[in-house]
């Protein structure tokens, strides 16, 4: 039985949009018509002093007292009070679940806007960086190795900054949109790649992870590449595609006995995208994440 963790305060910032809520309405449904086998649990938040792991003082510090605003709001969204204790439930999300994983074979947060933002400062809607944190607490914990892998529409620069001088995370980046695109490093490797080719590349990716010994996964799901996603949609990606997509990453993490923790990072409401279809897209995750049982 999965356990995902989420609490209200995931979606508490003043900040009205997709990655501040969308928790929220995801939670509700899950109230509404429950997934078999999945099972909500609140997580701890992280505090400060744990967020740097990743981020300097200065930058918690501005996030935590909105001075200077510039860097409080360097990633998109209006400062006020309720953004600091927000994001350190739903980071404190994903480490729980990384750990979760690592006990149980599969785990998972509500949890969004991580992989863009970068030590110093936030952005694209990425405050504070739960995938690097999550990694490094599982390193803390005896793994020996971790793979992030992100299918955001968006590419993870942030994520990608952060984790270049730690040889034992490594990051697979496969995206449709070259907003926050990075060279390769020794740590993580970009895919570009258009909707017609989406599936065949993320097999062929995940073939080449084969030859590497991981001892957890954290997977980075985002929605954004739906076709008619307002900020990363791309043609050709439709939501049985996106659904082969969920099939494919835990049935190859079930196959690798791979632990795995995701959570659910892009997917926004607008044009022909509402939060009911926001919400059945990031169901997907969750109904493919609840057929893995770990043998």
Same mark, same amino acid.
């Given at each position: 039985m999965p356990?995902i963790?989420? %609490?209200p305060?995931?979606?508490?910032?003043?900040?009205?949009?997709?990655?501040t809520?969308?928790a929220g309405w +995801?939670?509700?449904s899950?109230?509404?018509?429950?997934?078999e086998?999945?099972?909500?649990?609140?997580p701890?938040?992280l505090?400060c002093?744990?967020?740097?792991?990743?981020?300097?003082?200065?930058?918690?510090?501005?996030?935590?007292?909105?001075?200077?605003?510039s860097?409080a709001?360097?990633?998109?969204?209006e400062?006020?009070?309720?953004?600091?204790p927000?994001?350190?439930?739903?980071?404190?999300?994903v480490v729980?679940?990384a750990?979760?994983?690592?006990?149980?074979? +599969?785990? /998972?947060?509500?949890s969004?806007g991580?992989?863009?933002?970068?030590?110093?400062?936030g952005?694209?809607?990425?405050?504070?960086?739960?995938l690097?944190?999550?990694?490094?607490?599982?390193l803390?914990?005896g793994?020996?190795?971790?793979l992030?892998l992100?299918?955001?529409?968006?590419? &993870?620069g942030?994520?990608a900054?952060?984790?270049?001088s730690?040889?034992?995370?490594k990051?697979?980046d496969v %995206?449709v949109?070259?907003?926050?695109?990075?060279?390769?490093?020794?740590n993580?490797?970009?895919?570009?790649?258009?909707?017609?080719?989406?599936?065949a590349?993320?097999?062929?990716v995940?073939?080449k992870c084969e030859?590497?010994t991981?001892?957890?996964?954290?997977y980075?799901? /985002?929605m954004?590449?739906?076709?008619d996603?307002?900020? &990363?949609?791309v043609?050709?990606?439709t939501?049985?595609?996106?659904?082969?997509r969920?099939a494919?990453v835990?049935?190859?993490c079930?196959?690798?006995?791979?632990p +795995?923790?995701f959570?659910l990072a &892009?997917?926004? +409401?607008?044009g022909?995208?509402?939060?009911?279809?926001?919400?059945a897209?990031h169901?997907l995750?969750?109904?493919?994440?609840?057929?893995?049982?770990?043998a």
């Amino acid at each position: 039985m999965p356990t995902i963790y989420y %609490s209200p305060s995931y979606v508490a910032a003043e900040h009205a949009f997709s990655t501040t809520r969308k928790a929220g309405w +995801v939670a509700d449904s899950l109230q509404q018509s429950p997934i078999e086998g999945i099972l909500i649990q609140p997580p701890e938040p992280l505090t400060c002093e744990q967020l740097l792991t990743v981020h300097s003082n200065e930058y918690v510090q501005a996030v935590a007292t909105g001075i200077p605003r510039s860097r409080a709001s360097s990633q998109g969204f209006e400062w006020g009070p309720q953004l600091l204790p927000a994001v350190l439930a739903s980071n404190g999300g994903v480490v729980a679940a990384a750990l979760q994983a690592l006990k149980a074979g +599969v785990s /998972g947060s509500l949890s969004s806007g991580l992989h863009h933002a970068h030590r110093n400062w936030g952005s694209g809607f990425c405050t504070f960086n739960g995938l690097a944190i999550a990694a490094h607490r599982a390193l803390e914990a005896g793994a020996e190795s971790v793979l992030i892998l992100d299918l955001d529409a968006h590419c &993870g620069g942030g994520t990608a900054a952060i984790i270049q001088s730690e040889p034992r995370i490594k990051q697979v980046d496969v %995206s449709v949109c070259e907003f926050d695109e990075y060279a390769d490093t020794i740590n993580s490797t970009l895919t570009m790649v258009d909707g017609v080719k989406y599936l065949a590349t993320i097999e062929r990716v995940l073939a080449k992870c084969e030859a590497q010994t991981f001892d957890l996964c954290l997977y980075n799901a /985002g929605m954004d590449p739906f076709k008619d996603d307002v900020q &990363g949609g791309v043609a050709g990606v439709t939501m049985p595609i996106l659904a082969r997509r969920e099939a494919l990453v835990f049935d190859w993490c079930r196959r690798r006995h791979l632990p +795995v923790a995701f959570v659910l990072a &892009g997917g926004y +409401v607008g044009g022909n995208v509402d939060v009911p279809t926001l919400v059945a897209l990031h169901r997907l995750t969750l109904q493919a994440a609840a057929g893995v049982l770990m043998a």
